[in-house]
């Protein structure tokens, strides 16, 4: 019976001793790390409804998407709201300007071939990527119609 109390006094005084130790080591500080990377898909830049009028900056089918701004001819739009779907995004747009000021609500989806699909109620766009853009920039607003 001695034997047993000297051994389990022994085992908590290690046990003891090596959670002691644990409290007495300097907190690791963690390593910085950078922040989310913009997705590879992201939408900023120009579109148009005929690839052939890509350069064209006065074509009336045109679309630049800059940040949380979508410009049409004549209208620009503010995402209010955006829920990913299964396959698609479904966006809810404020705009202002002619001929469709109001709310708007498209779904969008991006396409293997790089072409942006946009179906509000029962019409389905196809858009061709003129430029893309890497982040939102005031110079492609420069570029509406």
């Not at 148009?48 to 940040?67: A, E, R, Y």
């Amino acid at each position: 019976m001695i034997s047993t109390k000297a051994l389990l006094a022994c085992a908590a005084a290690v046990v003891l001793g090596g959670l002691a130790a644990c409290d007495q080591a300097p907190p690791v500080n963690p390593e910085p790390t950078p922040g989310p990377m913009a997705q590879s898909s992201a939408l900023n830049g120009t579109y148009n409804l005929l690839q052939s009028h890509c350069g064209d900056i006065t074509s009336d089918k045109s679309l630049v998407i800059d940040g949380n701004k979508f410009i049409f001819p004549g209208t620009t739009c503010t995402v209010a709201n955006s829920e990913k779907q299964v396959d698609q995004t479904r966006v809810t747009l404020s705009c202002v300007g002619s001929p469709a000021a109001g709310n708007r609500i498209v779904d969008l989806q991006t396409r293997t071939d790089g072409t942006l699909r946009l179906t509000e109620d029962s019409i389905t766009l196809t858009y061709f990527q003129c430029m893309k853009a890497q982040a939102s920039s005031s110079a492609l607003a420069g570029e509406s119609m």
